[in-house]
Structures are given as structure tokens and as C-alpha cells.
């Protein structure tokens, strides 16, 4: 029984970096697509706000329930997102 609960609590110890490993690695993606976006170079922006979003994503599914900053930090790649399609448009 003993072991059952030490397993148990790496377990969760081992969750919980995973979220924080897939929110630090989004948070990466998101300012590199920033960079990217303020060089002009909208398709690699593009390309990093949606593996951003799919990092969120997973950490979401991993929290369990839909986190509310998540779920902004979500729509708000969505927008800019949206722009550099626009943007890539319009070069």
C-alpha cells in the first residue's frame, strides 16, 4: 500500500512538470513567433503559433478541465495568428 501512494505522488509530481514544461515551451514558441512576425517572416510565425496553440492544447488536456488563462492564451494565438495569415497575404 505504502508503494501504491509514493507511486502515486511521483506520479503527480511528474504531471505537473509536464504542464509546466508544456506552458514554458509554448510561452517559447509564442515569442519567437513574435520575433519572427516583427522580421516580416510570416509563414515561420505562423508555423510557431500553431505549435504554440498545440502546446497549450496538450496542457489543457493535461490539466484535466479547460484552464481559463489557457483558454485566452489560446484565442489570443488565434489572432495573431490570424494577422500573420493576412499579413503573408498581402507581401
Known sequence: ME???HADTKFQRSSEATFET???Q???CCEQART???MKRYVAACGLYQTAAALY???NHLAGA???KISECLQDLNNEASCCRLLM???
Request: hydrophobic share 45%.
Open 3 to 5: 508503494n501504491q501512494a
Open 57 to 59: 492544447q496538450q496542457a
Open 22 to 24: 508544456f506552458i514554458e
Open 36 to 38: 519572427a512576425a516583427i
Open 89 to 91: 497575404r498581402v507581401r
Open 66 to 68: 479547460p484552464d481559463p
Open 26 to 28: 509554448a510561452e517559447t
